[in-house]
């Protein structure tokens, strides 16, 4: 089960990743085939996702070339392969 604070990091994640591909919500939905009010849920912390849906979401980012460097404190890096830029 996600606890809160993994629900507010994912929603982070998901959020800098569409941001790094310069994408809408209703982008992400359509390439991760998660519907937008999900998608929106998500990224403002309102639920407490699936595992399916989290993988769904994060596989889409990762397929158009973001990578995420998870990290034992909670955290992440996002690194946008295209331009190399690191995020934190």
């Known amino acids: 089960m996600l606890t809160e604070s993994n629900t507010k ?8 990743g569409r941001g790094a591909l310069n ?9 991760s085939g998660v519907s937008l009010p999900t998608v929106a ?9 699936k595992l399916e ?4 979401l994060i596989g889409a980012i990762q397929k ?3 990578s995420y460097s998870w990290n034992i404190n909670g955290g992440y890096t996002l690194v946008y392969a295209s331009t190399g830029k690191r995020q934190t």
């Open 41 to 49: 849920r998500i990224e403002a912390s309102l639920s407490s996702p």
């Open 9 to 16: 990091v994912l929603a982070s994640a998901i959020r800098a």
């Open 23 to 31: 994408w809408s919500q209703q982008e992400l939905a359509e390439r």
């Open 64 to 66: 158009a070339g973001v």
């Open 53 to 56: 849906t989290v993988s769904r």
